[in-house]
């Protein structure tokens, strides 16, 4: 069964550094493109990062763009985001999402893990 499991929510100081993980099961992952989106109370969710599956091509919100790094491990069928200079405008619920490459379906998302930017 697919499966996405993201991890590494929590709460950050305003300034600060954190890194969440996404682990994928039952999927080819290196077929897969795999993004990040957020959705923050009272708002619509956005797409934060992408990558393709070969990990060759990566964009980035303006919002985020020189702040956060997606990176992705196909021998571990899991990605990354590595955040810095975190902002308490970050604070929302982070999302991960699989999109068959080439042919954009199947998709898959994760439960979602919380991260909190304090000030």
């Known amino acids: 069964q697919e499966q996405l499991v993201e991890s590494g929510g929590g709460l950050v100081q305003s300034g600060g550094s954190w890194r969440l993980s996404c682990a994928a099961f039952g999927l080819v992952f290196s077929t897969y493109d795999m993004n990040w989106y957020r959705q923050a109370p009272q708002k619509e969710r956005e797409l934060v990062a992408a990558?393709?599956?070969?990990?060759?091509?990566?964009k980035y919100a303006d919002s985020v763009k020189g702040r956060f790094t997606i990176s992705r491990d196909n021998a571990k069928s899991t990605i990354y985001l590595q955040m810095n200079s975190l902002k308490p405008e970050d604070t929302a619920v982070y999302y991960c999402?699989?999109?068959?490459?080439?042919?954009?379906?199947?998709?898959?998302w994760g439960q979602g893990t919380q991260v909190t930017v304090s000030s």
């Open positions: 999402n699989a999109v068959r490459s080439t042919w954009g379906r199947p998709r898959y």
């Open positions: 990558i393709t599956s070969t990990g060759g091509s990566t």
